[in-house]
């Protein structure tokens, strides 16, 4: 018997009814499910039967070999509080966010929490400055997904170059974010101009970075040493809506403890609907970068607000 053919021909005639189509002579092996006087009855019986025969018929599928557990990473995990804002960075979908998370876990010798890791590294893999300090931090967590997930991936090597297999970086980046961030590099080219650059960890004061990325504004701006007087002249002005990329590159370079500060200025400017989501949108920025900050600082070193 055919269980195939016999369960072909059962399907045609239940699809046309037994009324309309009789119902196949059973093969010897089904003869016992065939009793019924009523064909819809014995038609059923038999299909009952094939199911069965089927699946006690089959055999079972290669067996997979179980998955090795990734070699130790010696390093401490990232605090619970580091965790919860990766976490609200991954969700952001910020790329400088999460470069600076990267930063300063590494300078903490810390390791990138394993519930976030497919996250972390799934969204650096396109960015060349974001793909080796992720898989630093990920340690050999990386590998193990790659194998484990991703067996026809390339090497880390081999994506930046194109070429042949290299060692991907293991070691920490030789620079991380200080307190007192940096000044984004220029933009390379016009249509980026929008756009936050990323930071340089060796440029100027926050004060003075907040300055220069606004350089688009008036001179009143430029003349102002304190960075979040110059974010609110600017909205004053009413230039904040040409100089957003600007702006967001200011709140990326602001020292922590002016980011509350931000925050609440921004909170209290009056009116301005046409820039009301931008004004949101600056004042939730800061206050992530506030706690990201504070969640990489001892406790004996947390960023203060200014009075």
């Known amino acids: 018997m055919n269980v195939d053919d016999e369960w072909a021909a059962l399907v045609t005639t239940a699809v046309l009814g037994t009324d309309r189509r009789s119902l196949p002579e059973a093969p010897p092996e089904l003869a016992a499910w065939s009793s019924s006087p009523d064909p819809a009855v ?15 018929g089959a055999r079972p599928l290669p067996s997979v070999p179980r998955l090795r557990p990734p070699e130790t990473d010696a390093r401490p995990p990232c605090s619970p509080t580091a965790a919860r804002i990766l976490g609200r960075i991954l969700g952001r979908g910020e790329r400088e966010l999460l470069g600076e998370w990267l930063a300063r876990a590494a300078g903490r010798g810390w390791r990138l929490p394993a519930e976030h890791a497919p996250a972390v590294l799934h969204r650096a893999a396109g960015d060349p400055k974001l793909d080796a300090p992720a898989r630093a931090a990920a340690g050999p967590l990386a590998a193990w997904l790659d194998a484990a ?12 170059t194109g070429g042949a297999d290299q060692t991907a970086p293991s070691a920490a980046p030789a620079a991380t974010p200080s ?5 984004p590099t220029p933009a390379a080219a016009p249509a980026a101009a929008n756009e936050p650059a990323a930071a340089d960890p060796t440029a100027m004061d926050a004060p003075e970075a ?26 004053a002005s009413g230039r904040a809506g040409a100089l957003r990329g600007s702006l967001r590159a200011a709140v990326l370079t602001m020292a922590p403890a002016d980011l509350l500060r931000l925050a609440g200025a921004l909170d209290g400017i009056p009116g301005q ?8 949108e600056l004042a939730d920025l800061a206050r992530v970068r506030y706690d990201l900050a504070a969640a990489f600082t001892p406790e004996d070193e947390a960023p203060q607000t200014k009075s």
């Open 149 to 160: 997930f991703e067996p026809d991936r390339p090497a880390a090597g081999a994506r930046a």
């Open 210 to 235: 907040a300055k220069t990325s606004l350089a688009g504004g008036s001179s009143s701006v430029l003349n102002s040493r304190d960075p979040v007087e110059a974010i609110v002249e600017v909205f």
């Open 179 to 183: 307190t007192t961030l940096a000044r």
């Open 42 to 56: 014995a038609l059923l019986d038999r299909a009952a039967a094939l199911v069965t025969a089927r699946r006690a």
């Open 273 to 280: 609907p046409l820039t009301a989501p931008l004004r949101r």
